[in-house]
């Protein structure tokens, strides 16, 4: 690798980080303001259930479904829930203990949308890094 592709390399890492880390603010800002953390659902322009998982769930457990160890956020994709325990964990949560969210607002369309969206996600092979 000459000196200009590994820095050009460098830069990018820099700015995936940066991307994540505002994504993370974000997230934790509106838990915080909300108390619903990302429980918004004014978005007509998101309607496949990759679009409402990245914009819903990809914040705490990344695009791929890998999570965020450092953060506690563990990974979603090879998850052994169905489908049905996924739209009820959305919406319901799992119990006080949990420190994901409950999307109580979340119409059940959607919730279904993005748990067979994840179902799918687990069954592709892990994006290369
Ligand atoms: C604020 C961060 C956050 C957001 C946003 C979030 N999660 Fe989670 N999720 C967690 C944490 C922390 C856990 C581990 C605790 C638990 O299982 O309840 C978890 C666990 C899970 C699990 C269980 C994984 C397993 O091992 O079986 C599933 C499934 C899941 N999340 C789906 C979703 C979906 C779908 C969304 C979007 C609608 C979402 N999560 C949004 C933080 C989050």
Redesign the pocket.
């Given at each position: 690798m000459d000196d200009d592709s590994l820095r050009g390399w460098q830069l990018r890492s820099l700015f995936r980080i940066a991307e994540r880390r505002d994504q993370l603010i974000g997230?934790l800002l509106l838990?915080m303001l909300s108390g619903c953390?990302?429980d918004q659902h004014d978005h007509p322009e998101l309607t496949s259930g990759q679009q409402l998982?990245d914009f819903?769930?990809a914040?705490?457990?990344k695009k791929d479904g890998t999570g965020i160890f450092l953060k506690?956020?563990?990974p979603?994709r090879d998850?052994?829930?169905s489908v049905w325990e996924?739209i009820h964990?959305?919406e319901k949560g799992?119990g006080d203990n949990?420190?994901?969210?409950r999307?109580q607002s979340m119409p059940d369309e959607e919730a279904a949308k993005?748990?067979i969206y994840?179902k799918q996600l687990g069954s592709m092979k892990t994006p290369a890094k």
């Open positions: 997230c838990v953390s990302v998982f819903h769930c914040p705490c457990h506690g956020v563990p979603n998850t052994d829930l996924i964990k959305t799992s949990s420190k994901m969210p999307f993005i748990a994840l």
